[in-house]
């Protein structure tokens, strides 16, 4: 009797069938693992996911990312099916964040215009004025009157880097990303003396002392396209270190050296929760169509008015 064979299917191809068959849309963020980022339809920071979920005929859109992320794509796209491979792939920086603690501060400071980083629950983006990322966080401050008055939440690390940039009046909330606050200054300054050539760049949401040293900062996207522009060879990357999957696309030919965190142990500071998901997890999200985010209308409504006022400005200022 002849053996059988096993069958055997690359899953990355599986993924590529089904959405093709479901008229499915995969957005992944750059902070995922090099595969999923590889599957993606489109792949992108936080400002251009938001932009694409926004606008495309799919039936479902797949979010390969954080819990934050998918919401956005839900609010923007109320008429569609979103899913999360993950449901507890959620943010440190949404986490610091409460929404109760949060109305609350907002009323401590009366009079004053809310704008929250994208990386919050949607209950706190229902108390907002205006939503931002760190792609256009500095036009938006810069759109509204000089003497307006601001609140901004929920990284404190890229509020201060605002109000040092523009001078205004701006009460920060005293929240953080775990992973751009665990990177070590002086491991990134022992990296640099053995690497003198190579350029440091870092995520605004990095602290203070991290980006005093940096000769470049910026959004994700904005690191990515520095790499592509620059004419140096060699670079310290202080962000999640999935970026550099595109980095290393993009320049085949230049070295990339991930930011170490303050724990010796560890080579890179990664997010433990964008690494929750997984092929498998999408394929099995994809064939289930579950786990699938569901969103209270009244509160999904609040939640879309920030969002597109962000949207707006970006779009008057090009970005």
């Known amino acids: 009797m002849k053996k059988k064979e096993e069958k055997t299917y690359n899953l990355s191809e599986e993924i590529r069938r089904i959405k093709s068959e479901k008229n499915a849309l995969i957005l992944a963020h750059y902070y995922q693992t090099g595969d999923i980022q590889d599957i993606a339809d489109y792949l992108g920071d936080s400002l251009g996911l938001s932009q694409k979920a926004a606008a495309n005929d799919a039936d479902i859109i797949l979010f390969a990312g954080v819990k934050f992320m998918a919401e956005t794509a839900k609010i923007l796209s109320p008429d569609k099916k979103v899913l999360i491979p993950d449901p507890n792939a959620g943010c440190s920086l949404a986490d610091s964040c409460d929404e109760k603690d949060f109305e609350e501060f907002i009323k401590k400071h009366p009079g004053r215009t ?12 229902a108390l907002s004025d205006i939503i931002c990322t760190s792609s256009n966080a500095l036009k938006i401050i810069e759109s509204l009157p000089e003497n307006e008055k601001i609140i901004f939440a929920p990284d404190r690390n890229l509020g201060n880097y605002l109000l040092n940039l523009t001078g205004r009046d701006i009460v920060i909330w005293d929240g953080a990303c775990h992973v751009h606050e665990e990177f070590s200054l002086e491991r990134i300054l022992e ?6 050539d190579a350029k440091i760049i870092v ?3 990095c602290e203070r002392p991290v980006r ?8 994700t996207t904005a690191l990515l396209n520095y790499t592509k522009k620059d004419n140096s060879k060699s670079y310290i990357i202080a962000t999640e270190p999935g970026i550099i999957h595109q980095m290393k696309k993009a320049n085949p030919d230049k070295v990339f050296i991930p930011a170490p965190p303050r724990d010796s142990t560890c080579g890179c500071s990664e997010c433990n929760f964008m690494k929750l998901i997984t092929l498998e997890k999408i394929y099995n999200c994809l064939v289930n169509e579950s786990p699938e985010i569901i969103i209270e209308k009244e509160l999904l409504d609040r939640a879309r008015k920030p969002i597109l006022r962000m949207m707006e ?5 090009g970005i």
């Open 114 to 125: 809310v704008i929250t980083y994208v990386n919050t629950n949607i209950g706190v983006k």
């Open 212 to 219: 005093m040293i940096a000769d470049y900062i910026g959004s």
């Open 313 to 317: 400005i970006s779009e008057k200022y």
């Open 203 to 205: 995520h605004p949401e």
């Open 191 to 196: 990296l640099k003396a053995q690497n003198p």
